[in-house]
Structure formats: structure tokens, C-alpha cells
């Protein structure tokens, strides 16, 4: 694990998940290219090694502001036979859903500078995500970008089956702990470049 910042942005008494954010996202961007490149094939190689049901549909993302670059290990999944699909906000943003994505199909622009299906794909609900990330903790605790986007639409796909939540990013995102609020739900896998993280919840 990373040590906390310096000026004690990590320090629980006082941290905010802005400032944790904030801090996070600072130490993402100074990474040079050639790490980030390192780390993007390094996440499809631990994405090979998982267990995932047979079958089963994948939320990746497309990369925005310096995140990981799940792409190569989305094209490791497609390969292994497992339908994708990325996140697109409603047009009115009431919501974010699910749409079913092959590589070459068409992005359209959207709100935040996203990319994402556009709104004639066939919408479909993952069982497994891989899920962006501003900040996290090892019992699985993660910071988002403070849009609650994925909080809400967990709280839909969860009322009907389980949902693997894996999320990706870069070790130097790791703080000490995440503040959580009644909504938040923890991670179940984290892969950075330095390899997986299996969350060990409130002992750790």
C-alpha cells in the first residue's frame, strides 16, 4: 500500500472523500505513459486468470481523464466468450444503464466527456462489472467520481442476482480508508498493476 499523503489527506479523522479523491486522482495523473500502458496489459493478463461464469455479460468502460485501461482485458473476455456491454447514461440522466458493445461497434459522445453505445444497442444487465475508480481501500471500499452512478444502478441489478463488482485501477490510487455513507457497496476484487486484491473487509 501506498503511504498517505504528506498533508494527511488520508488521516480518517479529517479525510473527505473529496479530498481522498482529490489526492488519488493527482497521484493517477503523474504516472508516466509507459507505466500506464504496463498496467493495462498487466489487468488483461489477471483478468485471464479469473473464474468468471460461463457466459456470463461484463461491463468494462471506456477510459476517460488518465483511468485504467480496461480495453485489452475486455478483448481477453470477448474472446473467452463473454458477451460486453459498457455504461451509458439515460438522455434525461435519471439513470445509467447497460448496453451490449462488440469492438468496432459505434461511440457516440456523451455527458462527461464519456463515450458509450449508442442509444439503439440492445440495453442488458451484467453480472459482472469492472468498474472505474477515483480511490479505493482494501476491504473494498471505493471512491467514485461523486456522481453516485453506479451506487443506484448496483441497487437495481442486486435486488434480482448477485453482481461481481471488480474494480480497476492503479495501486498508486490506494488510501488507507475509504469513508463510507449507508449507500455504498464494496468492492468484490480489485486489480492493479501490482496484482489482485482480495477485500478483507472490516478486519483489515
Known amino acids: 500500500m501506498i503511504d498517505p ?11 473527505t472523500k473529496d479530498a481522498l479523491r482529490r489526492d488519488a486522482l493527482a497521484r493517477r495523473d503523474r504516472l508516466a505513459p509507459e507505466h500506464r500502458a504496463r ?18 455479460i461484463v461491463s468494462g468502460f471506456w477510459p476517460i481523464r488518465g ?16 458477451p460486453l456491454a459498457l455504461p451509458a447514461l439515460l438522455a434525461d440522466r435519471s ?10 461497434d459505434r461511440l457516440v459522445p456523451a455527458a462527461f466527456g464519456l463515450s458509450e453505445p449508442a442509444a439503439e444497442a440492445e440495453e442488458v444487465d451484467p453480472t459482472v462489472l469492472l468498474m472505474p475508480l477515483a480511490a479505493f481501500d482494501r476491504r473494498g471500499g471505493r471512491i467514485g467520481y461523486g456522481g453516485g452512478w453506479y451506487d443506484r444502478v448496483l441497487a437495481r ?8 463488482k471488480i474494480g480497476l ?3 498508486a490510487q490506494e488510501v488507507a480508508r475509504v ?9 468484490d ?14 478486519a483489515s
Open 157 to 164: 441489478l442486486e435486488r434480482s442476482r448477485p453482481v461481481l
Open 95 to 104: 439513470a445509467m444503464v447497460f448496453r451490449r458493445w462488440t469492438a468496432g
Open 67 to 82: 483511468e485504467i485501461d480496461p480495453r485489452p482485458a475486455m478483448a481477453r473476455l470477448a474472446v473467452r466468450g463473454h
Open 189 to 202: 476484487l480489485i486489480l492493479t498493476e501490482d496484482g489482485p486484491i482480495v477485500p478483507a473487509g472490516d
Open 169 to 171: 485501477g492503479f495501486a
Open 5 to 15: 499523503p504528506a498533508d494527511g489527506a488520508a488521516d480518517l479523522p479529517i479525510a
Open 39 to 56: 498496467a493495462g496489459e498487466r489487468i488483461a493478463d489477471l483478468i485471464t486468470d479469473l473464474a468468471l461464469p460461463s457466459g456470463s
Open 179 to 187: 469513508p463510507e455513507e449507508a449507500h455504498d457497496r464494496r468492492l
